[in-house]
Nanobody
Framework: EVQLVESGGGLVQAGGSLRLSCAAS????????IAWFRQAPGKEREGVSC????????YYADSVKGRFTISIDNAKNTVYLQMNSLKPEDTAVYYC??????????????????WGQGTQVTVSS
C-alpha cells in the first residue's frame, strides 16, 4: 500500500519561508508523479505543484510561480516544496498526492490515487 506522509507545516509571518516534505513508501512502479495540493476554507482545492520521478519535469500554478520550488530526492523517496515569500492567501492545509504516470494541467485531484493526511500552513499578516 502506498503511503505518503507530509511534514514541515506551521505558522509563519508574511514574507517568511517554510519547507514541506512528503515521504513516500510502498510504490513499486518507477514512473510516477508527486504533487502538492492545498485546501483553504471557502476555496476550491488547488494543485500548486507537481514533479516527475523520472525526468524531473515540474509544474507550478501561476499563484506560486517564482515563490515555490518543488524538488525530489529519489534516494530518500521524498519530495520537497520550498515556499518563499509566503502570503496570507497561502494559508491552507497542504496535501501530498501521487499517481503513476504523468499529469495534466491544471492539476486535478481526481487524477491522483494516493494522498497524505495533510499539514497545516498558516501565514499571518
Amino acid at each position: 500500500e502506498v503511503q505518503l506522509v507530509e511534514s514541515g507545516g506551521g505558522l509563519v509571518q508574511a514574507g517568511g519561508s517554510l519547507r514541506l516534505s512528503c515521504a513516500a513508501s510502498g510504490f513499486t512502479f518507477h514512473y510516477y508523479s508527486i504533487a502538492w495540493f492545498r485546501q483553504a476554507p471557502g476555496k476550491e482545492r488547488e494543485g500548486v505543484s507537481c514533479i516527475s520521478s523520472t525526468d524531473g519535469s515540474t509544474y507550478y500554478a501561476d499563484s506560486v510561480k517564482g515563490r515555490f520550488t518543488i524538488s525530489i530526492d529519489n534516494a530518500k523517496n521524498t519530495v520537497y516544496l520550498q515556499m518563499n515569500s509566503l502570503k496570507p492567501e497561502d494559508t491552507a492545509v497542504y496535501y501530498c498526492a501521487a499517481e503513476t504516470g504523468g499529469w495534466e494541467t491544471p492539476l486535478k485531484g481526481t487524477d491522483f490515487g494516493s494522498w497524505g493526511q495533510g499539514t497545516q500552513v498558516t501565514v499571518s499578516s
